[in-house]
């Protein structure tokens, strides 16, 4: 069984914790460390406004919080330094604060195997995207799972370029909102960023275009990509559209149906889908078939959906059980 503990119990700490209390996880949550009241997390973690009530009862004692008959250890340590995480193969670090070498190695000084960051860190031994250069994760102790975005991009444009080979690409990201964002018109890090966030439609930078190239540096030079934070909750989209460097020899959506047959990661879908049809997927990117378009012989339009908080915590699960399967002790 590998042992978890979760530093941060924001959105992905909470989405983190619903997926790993379903079914027979072989991941064992161990603690929880957070610098909010164990009160109002717990009652953050029974009533969800994107995924709805917790069907499992939530209690709380003081420096613990219920789940069904289970107790999980609960502290408020703002350094990880101040725990015992020994004997904890992956702390899953999602504060959001992980963006210095001393924030992002405190769980490895409190004793734990490795840490894994939800969300892009220079301060991470390595950048790692399922589907896109996993493996290149080696021996790292500290690892960051890059963004949503980064996640459900760069496995679809590795897909392609080793499948029809990409000349140039632009992708559009199509974002929910997200608390980086004010509710109402506020001073923010850009004129654009500074409105209300469920009121427009947003125009604006995203990380990913850095993320993309890291993981996959041969596309250096032949993407660009957007981002449009937009007025809904939950589930994003990628807009993309793509010249290949040669011509395309037989139908995109069966070229698509052939090379994505069993994928965890991306999945497609036949219906005439709306974004909260995907709420609580867990693949990185489901992609629309009725969407995909073809212009000539060397262009191609595509349109996937992603839960960005959902499908992103599938993968960082997916990742822990890969960095705690490493021969111990790790280098």
Known sequence: MTRVFINGFGRIGRTLFRQLIQGDSDLEIVGINDIASLEICAYLLRYDSVYGPLPTPVTTGPDWIGIGARRIAFSHAPDLRALNLSGVDVVLECTGRAQTRAVAEAGLEAGARAVLISGPSEAADKTVVLGANEQELGAARIVSNASCTTNAIAP????????????KAHVTTIHCYTSSQPTTDAPGASPERSRAAAVSMIPTTTSATGQVIGVLPD???????AAVRVPCISVSAVDAVIHTSEDIEQPVTEFLREALAGSSLIGLTEDPCVSTDFRARPESLVLSLPQTMTTGSRQIRLLGWYDNEWGFSARMIEMARRMAARPDPVP
């Open 156 to 167: 679809l444009l590795r897909l392609l370029d080793l499948g029809l080979g990409i000349d």
């Open 219 to 225: 596309l250096a030079g032949r993407i660009s990509i």
